[in-house]
């Protein structure tokens, strides 16, 4: 079971970037998906999520109105478009997926790797 993510690079600040997450060795259509982040001295925080069938979405504070979390259960694939980009944003990207609902638990059980997001200023 792996959780590849891709789609992190440099950006300028106000600038977008689009992150996706693949899954292979099975099908997570039934799971919860997320994305967390992890800057530099700081511990992994979350950043949005996306229940089993698309309906229910929930993001940090810090992202609302300019992140949005999608998915496609018959690609395996969640994504996260991230617009107005700020320099806070800047951090390894992380994507997860977890077979309980949306917000029932703060573990999930699978990881992706992650990818480098940077913001310049």
């Known amino acids: 079971v792996q959780l590849q993510a891709s789609g992190g690079g440099l950006v300028q600040a106000g600038g977008s970037l689009r992150l996706s997450c693949a899954a292979s060795?099975?099908?997570?259509?039934?799971?919860?998906k997320a994305w967390f982040r992890q800057a530099p001295g700081k511990e992994r925080e979350f950043v949005a999520g996306?229940?089993?069938?698309?309906?229910?979405?929930s993001y940090a504070d810090s992202v609302k109105g300019r992140f949005t979390i999608s998915r496609d259960n018959a690609k395996n694939t969640v994504s996260l478009q991230m617009n107005s980009l700020k320099p806070e944003d800047t951090a390894v990207y992380y994507c997860?997926?977890?077979?309980?609902?949306?917000?029932?638990?703060?573990?999930?059980?699978?990881w992706g790797q992650g990818t480098q997001v940077t913001v310049s200023s």
């Open positions: 997860a997926a977890d077979r309980y609902g949306l917000g029932y638990r703060p573990q999930y059980d699978y």
């Open positions: 060795g099975r099908t997570f259509s039934t799971y919860t």
């Open positions: 996306i229940g089993w069938s698309g309906s229910s979405t």
